[in-house]
């Protein structure tokens, strides 16, 4: 039988701040196509909002835990035992942490989905980090998502997926110890490198299954900012109205992102929908996995109805880099 | 200067801290958390079987510290968020605990709102990150 | 058990000086005591020594008794430290009564000194903040101010009283200071200034709260069939109480109602024969102006609810009917933590034998003292009167 989603749940902060904001202060916003993001509090962290996306998930019969997050509160430390006492479940559970770049969401739930003994508890969780003077830093958000995948009572399967991984220097990397993603300005040369991979990832798939990208609803592309999903899409052949793109309003949240770009493609896809999914790891590897929607299914999200916006010294101060 | 709740102090109220688990009287039924060795109710019972409470309940007080009136544990905090909430809760299972409220405006507190826990940093000692319940509009 | 007499009292002034450690500020006491003996003492009588203080200086944390009681040359006594957070001097006054009501001892030195003001800011947080309930009470981010501010929002909220009664406190309080030579807050504040005041913790703002002290005081507590070789004027122990509760406040069935404060002049009143229509004069324990309106309930001065009652019909003022610290209290006086349970003790003792100069409460024959711990964790109240 295959492996599919059977419940899902998201969690993004109350706190936002808009990109006039950024302007109001430093006379530019370089995150192009996000006009505002959402910031964690200052006692939040990936873990605490890992946590919070799986708040509410009926999480009995899981005997797997997987979390992905490129910032994680300890450089070293077994973070899952952490969020199985959080969440209830264990000791006795296969628990991976999966990190190094923005592809380890879709590399936890592939690794979660191969050899599932019962059901798997996948949490992604992002909030990237960037000097305030970074560009890198202007479009980072915050926000986690949770997938209980399973072989039973799924309303979204695993069709199939394939991946992509080559060497590529220097592209969007921190280095041990820093805070910091350092980014050495090469913009042709890592977006060449980034096409060509996400390209190689999904094209593969789409020949492995003997799909078209008209055979897909829904197509959730990498990018962490405004423009690079569609112009990926429009590359890869797929409809401009059909590619999924969450970080306009919610910032970029590392391997987050195509997560809540799935969970925004799952709340509106029919029974018989198709979805692309893609990620993308500067480093660099791709994953491309192919969905196919059963039934309908909402999340079970810990939805916060009421947003608050911050000034830009308040921001400062909340993220800490101040 | 930290309170000096030692890591494998804290270590022992993980429970508590991470899921809310009390006590249930094997005597009388009677919740209390945190735990006591004697039940508050009875006074006689000393065993007890563990219960997860949900972490709902009612604002029954709060205040709202000044920045300045904040133990040192929370001066990082107070520095980047000013002045922050704290309420007293009583619980819908019955015993009432203390935390801070996050996401909510300090004016809209009103005792007797709901509330329910959520996962928050509550302090870092000895580079150790203690994390345990805070509470936040229902 | 035997009846008790106080025979002597001493205090230093409350307040911030930089020159005097603890060792300073307890001889200062105790040689003010001393010379308050009317038939004078020979230091070589008293049998033990008491000494309350919850910080002992910051830097003795054991055995700060014998290192004060040498210091004043009292050695090979029983000397011994007594902690109970700010309820300290009046358990010291405690274990002083007892122990002479026992028998066991005739004449004993109950004392009571903190150094608060030398210490950071960032470590004063840190003292102020370790005798509530840690785990919870500190780590969900409050000090002192904090938790009486919870108390005083659900009392607010329970008796429908306006935050303006929390202020009156502090204006009779400061009004009263301005009597008292020994206060640390000698100015008067006018109610707007008081209620418009920045907050500390809300309800609370910088006007409901005591402030940090340095500062010592001393009684001399000798067996009541001794008295006269001391004085012509003793002051007599009529009942004593002592009471605890959880620390925790949050584990409480009440929180706008201190039951060591109830225990404890519960006790006192059945040991006197007495009422709280009986007392002329009181010093609680307003380290926060709530405190002082829940003292009045837990006195017995008021019913549940009642006290701002008693502040609107000026009944605590200095010159009505029942003054209730007319040394300024905490609020004025100062709040040197180990000190003030016994100071408490030392102003009804002038108070009784007329000797309390420009804030003398008229002609008072039984006077209350009421000191609390921390957030109410325990409590003392003494009856004192007079022949």
């Known amino acids: ?322 | 200067m930290g309170a000096h709740i030692s890591v494998p102090m804290y270590q022992r109220t993980v429970p508590q801290r991470y899921r809310l688990v009390a006590n249930a009287c094997t005597q009388c039924g009677a919740i209390s958390f945190p735990p006591k060795a004697t039940c508050p109710q009875c006074s006689v019972g000393r065993e007890f079987t563990p219960v997860e409470l949900k972490g709902t309940g009612v604002v029954y007080t709060y205040t709202v510290i000044a920045g300045g009136g904040a133990p040192p544990e929370f001066t990082a905090q107070a520095r980047s968020r000013g002045r922050y909430p704290v309420v007293m809760v009583a619980l819908d299972e019955g015993p009432k605990v203390v935390g801070q409220l996050v996401d909510c405006d300090p004016e809209d507190i009103r005792i007797g709102m709901r509330v329910r826990a959520v996962m928050r940093r509550i302090y870092v000692e000895e580079e150790v990150i203690r994390y345990g319940f805070k509470f936040r509009p229902a | 058990m035997r009846e008790v007499a106080l025979v002597g009292a001493g205090q230093t002034k409350f307040g911030d000086f930089p020159q005097k450690g603890i060792k300073e500020l307890f001889a200062e006491a105790y040689a003010e005591m001393l010379s308050s003996v009317d038939k004078g003492l020979d230091p070589r009588v008293i049998d033990a020594a008491y000494v309350g203080t919850l910080g002992s200086g910051g830097f003795q944390l054991g055995q700060v008794a014998p290192l004060l009681t040498g210091h004043v040359g009292l050695t090979g006594i029983p000397s011994v430290r007594v902690e109970n957070a700010c309820a300290s001097g009046g358990f010291a006054v405690f274990q002083a009564v007892l122990a002479v009501a026992s028998g066991v001892h005739d004449v004993v030195l109950a004392a009571g000194v903190e150094k608060m003001r030398d210490l950071s800011g960032e470590k004063s947080r840190y003292w102020l903040g370790v005798s509530g309930d840690t785990e919870y009470e500190r780590l969900a981010g409050m000090t002192f101010a904090g938790i009486y501010a919870m108390i005083a929002a659900r009392y607010m909220e329970e008796y429908s009283v306006d935050r303006k009664y929390l202020s009156m406190v502090a204006v009779k309080n400061h009004a009263n200071g301005v009597r008292n030579p020994k206060a640390q807050m000698r100015k008067a504040v006018a109610l707007e200034k008081a209620m418009g005041a920045p907050d500390v913790a809300y309800p609370l703002n910088l006007y409901d709260c005591s402030p940090t002290s340095d500062g010592a005081a001393a009684v001399l507590v000798v067996a009541a069939e001794r008295a006269h070789e001391f004085t012509d004027r003793p002051v007599y122990v009529l009942g004593f109480g002592a009471g605890s509760d959880y620390l925790a406040v949050h584990d409480r069935e009440t929180i706008t109602s201190f039951k060591a404060s109830v225990e404890a002049a519960g006790r006192a009143y059945e040991m006197a024969g007495l009422g709280p229509e009986d007392v002329d004069l009181a010093e609680v324990h307003d380290c926060f102006t709530i405190a002082e309106l829940i003292a009045y309930e837990d006195l017995g001065f008021a019913p549940r609810g009642g006290a701002p009652r008693l502040l609107e019909e000026g009944v605590t003022e200095l010159g009505g009917q029942k003054p209730v610290n007319a040394s300024g209290g905490l609020k004025a006086k100062g709040h040197p933590l180990g000190a003030t349970g016994v100071s408490q003790v030392a102003e009804v003792f002038l108070q009784l034998r007329g000797q309390a100069g420009d804030r003398q409460v008229r002609d008072p024959k039984v006077g209350l003292t009421h000191n609390v711990g921390g957030s109410g964790g325990t409590a003392t109240v003494f009856l004192l009167g007079r022949d």
């Open chain 1, 1 to 322: 039988m295959a492996v599919g989603i059977i419940a899902y749940g998201t969690y993004v902060p109350r706190y936002r701040i808009r990109a006039s904001e950024y302007v109001k202060a430093l006379g530019s916003f370089a995150a192009r196509g996000i006009s505002e993001k959402t910031v964690p509090d200052f006692d939040e962290d990936t873990i605490t909002m890992a946590r919070e996306a799986a708040r509410g998930l009926d999480l009995s019969g899981v005997l797997s835990l997987a979390l992905a997050t490129t910032v994680p509160p300890y450089d070293q430390k077994v973070l899952a035992g952490t969020l199985a006492e959080m969440l209830g479940l264990g000791p006795r559970i296969f628990a991976t942490e999966h990190t190094s770049s923005d592809r380890c969401g879709t590399e936890a739930l592939l690794a979660s989905s191969r050899g599932l003994d019962g059901r798997g508890l996948v949490l992604v969780a992002g909030a990237p980090r960037g000097g305030v003077r970074e560009e890198t830093e202007h479009g980072a958000g915050a926000g986690a998502v949770a997938l209980v995948i399973g072989e039973e009572d799924v309303f979204c399967e695993i069709e199939g997926w394939s991946a992509y991984v080559e060497e590529a220097l220097g592209v969007d990397f921190r280095p041990a110890g820093a805070d910091r993603r350092h980014d050495l300005g090469l913009g042709t040369y890592s977006r060449e490198l980034m096409f060509h991979c996400v390209r190689q990832a999904v094209s593969d798939l789409m020949t492995k299954l003997g799909t078209e990208p008209g055979h897909y609803a829904f197509a959730v592309l990498p990018g962490g900012d405004g423009r690079t999903p569609a112009a990926l899409g429009k590359g890869l052949g797929f409809e401009a109205e059909r590619v999924r793109n969450p970080v306009a309003t919610l910032g970029d949240l590392g391997p987050a992102t195509v997560f809540f770009g799935l969970a925004e493609a799952l709340a509106q896809a029919r029974p018989g929908d198709r979805i692309l999914l893609a990620s993308y790891g500067a480093g660099s590897g791709s994953d491309a996995i192919s969905l196919k929607v059963r039934s309908e299914r909402g999340p079970v999200t810990s939805a916060v109805e009421d947003v608050e916006y911050l000034d830009f010294l308040s921001y400062l101060k909340m993220r800490r880099l101040l």
